[in-house]
């Protein structure tokens, strides 16, 4: 800067940073050469000897910043006109006896969607978080997920009673058949359409009996969904598949969109291998984002709710500061990465397996 310096006052400030347009490049704002200024973000500054004349001379500091966390606050409606938050909290790996503190730390922050399963052993412990989050039940949406080993409509009705005891939550926002087949023969050629019809029958009922507000399936493919729509009486609203950049199944959310059924994406960074690709990395930077925010709001833009697992509430701000859009040409290059095909450690878990 040349020539004597500006002077602005306190309230000059504080009018500029609040402003919603205030996005200002480094070199160019208030001080000169300082990072640039998020919008919405939380300054301190301090100052001189001009806070006695209320002049704020150009002697100032960043002591934090917090990023745009909106799309804790938008949703997605449902087929059956429910609605569901765009980002959750999934709790896959998470211990019984430590998952109520990482829910009431999500709640704190502003998550209002958590993501379980009976096969997660961590349903108590979820039931508690959700009831001392602080927060009133109906401001939440719980999610889990009937056994996959599960076929026949006896031991669905009697494992959906046990998740509704277990969680203790007054009712489930949504419950879903974990995998069209077992684990131990998944992506085998039986596709076990009469067991999900009868674990589908049990839902139904566990749905028009008011346990659960909404009912869908995970990791069915365009067979096993239309299974289901032929032959059930009530229509599933979401699909929660694999979906990553590196690994996205394309073709089933595509008969998702046709048919009204949200797609939810687990492992929106590929439990984690994702986080190596060199040309996601470049990416990331490009965008002065992290490499997992970049992967999740890839799932976003793909029209999918995205559900990172964490128990670190560091990542769980940071998951949520994806306020930002990626191009429709870089969406296409994010298809377009390597298909992931080694999940390395995590190849053992069956929905990590490649499909013959």
Not at 8 to 27: E, Q, Y
Not at 32 to 45: D, E, F, K, M, W
Request: hydrophobic share 40%; net charge negative.
């Amino acid at each position: 800067m040349t020539g004597a310096p500006q002077r602005w006052t306190f309230d000059d400030l504080l009018k500029a940073i609040s402003s919603p347009s205030a996005r200002w490049a480094a070199g160019r704002s208030p001080g000169g050469n300082c990072q640039a200024l998020p919008i919405r973000a939380a300054v301190a500054v301090e100052w001189g000897h001009g806070r006695t004349t209320g002049v704020l001379p150009f002697r100032w500091r960043f002591v934090s910043e917090r990023k745009s966390m909106s799309i804790l606050d938008e949703t997605y409606t449902l087929s059956d006109g429910r609605t569901i938050p765009k980002l959750g909290l999934g709790t896959w790996m998470i211990e019984d006896d430590v998952v109520a503190q990482a829910i009431r730390d999500a709640v704190a922050i502003g998550y209002r969607h958590i993501d379980t399963a009976e096969g997660y052993h961590n349903e108590r412990g979820v039931g508690e978080g959700v009831r001392t989050s602080g927060v009133a039940r109906e401001e939440l949406f719980v999610t889990t997920k009937l056994q996959a080993d599960f076929k026949t409509y006896d031991e669905a009705k009697a494992a959906i009673q046990q998740s509704f005891d277990l969680l203790d939550i007054e009712y489930i926002d949504l419950m879903i058949i974990h995998s069209p087949q077992p684990w131990a023969v998944f992506h085998s050629d039986d596709r076990f359409f009469e067991g999900n019809l009868e674990a589908w029958r049990a839902l139904e009922e566990a749905h028009a009996a008011g346990l659960i507000r909404s009912i869908g399936v995970s990791n069915f493919d365009s067979a096993d969904l239309q299974n289901l729509l032929d032959n059930g009486t009530v229509k599933p609203v979401v699909d929660q598949v694999l979906a990553h950049v590196g690994n996205t199944p394309f073709e089933t959310i595509e008969y998702c969109r046709e048919h009204d059924i949200l797609v939810e994406a687990y492992s929106p960074m590929g439990h984690g291998e994702i986080l190596r690709n060199p040309a996601v990395i470049a990416m990331a930077e490009k965008y002065g984002m992290t490499v997992p925010q970049l992967c999740i709001r890839y799932t976003l833009q793909l029209g999918a709710v995205s559900l990172p697992k964490t128990a670190n509430p560091d990542h769980m701000r940071s998951n949520a500061e994806v306020d930002f859009v990626i191009s429709d040409s870089d969406m296409d290059a994010l298809k377009g990465v390597e298909r992931v095909t080694d999940y390395g450690e995590s190849s053992e878990f069956p929905v990590y397996w490649a499909k013959d």
